[in-house]
């Protein structure tokens, strides 16, 4: 099994609001990635966990905040958000770091209005 | 700092053309090469990877990428598209980092 699910598929937020995305995958993979993608364009890393910690992050604003309840888990937490934040949220799982292909889940379409 | 360059961002073809679709990487180390491919409304897959061995990778759906090492290139290759082949390919480059860069991108629509 392959798959990396993302919940919720869609998610519309206002400004004010706080909200979570969630990334499960059941590989056994010990890496995990948050991607994010706009239109047409090509994913930008955000976030990297390598056996549940926090290996890079990509100068991303602190209204995005990760967390890895597991090795399975993967979520992010999002608070006071822009409009500009309105993307494609992808998770991404591989075997470990740096020599293994990732695996993307289908993403969560976020609109922040 | 590594970098990843598509240089053709949209390619249009008639069904059982051949397809070639051109990817650089700057960076002077070790480098894992993959082809990802985004079909409409669905999510990023792996098409095929390049770790070490063989430069001439084979992957899904008929497609092949071929490494020279030389020219710091990764191409794509398939020798009949389909009009099923139509999607969005990224070519993407991990230096033995946690960090996978990838390219711009290339659209490739293909008419029956």
């Known amino acids: 099994d392959t798959e990396v699910t993302q919940t919720p598929k869609h998610l519309v937020m206002g400004m004010t609001n706080k909200k979570s995305l969630k990334c499960e995958q059941h590989?056994?993979?010990?890496?995990m990635y948050w991607y994010k993608q706009k239109a047409k364009k090509p994913p930008e890393l955000m976030f990297v966990y390598s056996y549940e910690k926090l290996s890079i992050n990509e100068s991303v604003p602190s209204r995005f905040s990760p967390e890895c309840p597991n090795s399975s888990l993967l979520n992010l937490h999002l608070h006071a958000l822009q409009p500009e934040d309105s993307a494609l949220y992808l998770c991404a799982s591989s075997a470990r770091t740096g020599v293994s292909e990732q695996y993307f889940g289908p993403g969560t379409r976020l609109t922040v209005t | 700092a590594q970098s990843v360059s598509q240089h053709n961002h949209h390619v249009i073809l008639s069904e059982a053309a051949s397809l070639e679709l051109g990817c650089n990487y700057s960076y002077g180390g070790t480098v894992n090469l993959f082809w990802y491919v985004q079909y409409p409304g669905q999510h990023l897959q792996l098409l095929l990877k390049y770790f070490s061995g063989d430069p001439l990778v084979k992957g899904i759906k008929g497609f092949e990428a071929e490494f020279i090492k030389s020219k710091f290139s990764f191409n794509l290759r398939k020798p009949s598209v389909q009009w099923s082949d139509t999607a969005e390919y990224f070519c993407?480059?991990?230096?033995?980092?946690?960090?996978?860069?990838f390219g711009t991108g290339t659209r490739l629509q293909v008419f029956p």
């Open positions: 590989m056994g993979h010990r890496a």
């Open positions: 993407a480059v991990n230096g033995g980092t946690d960090k996978l860069i």
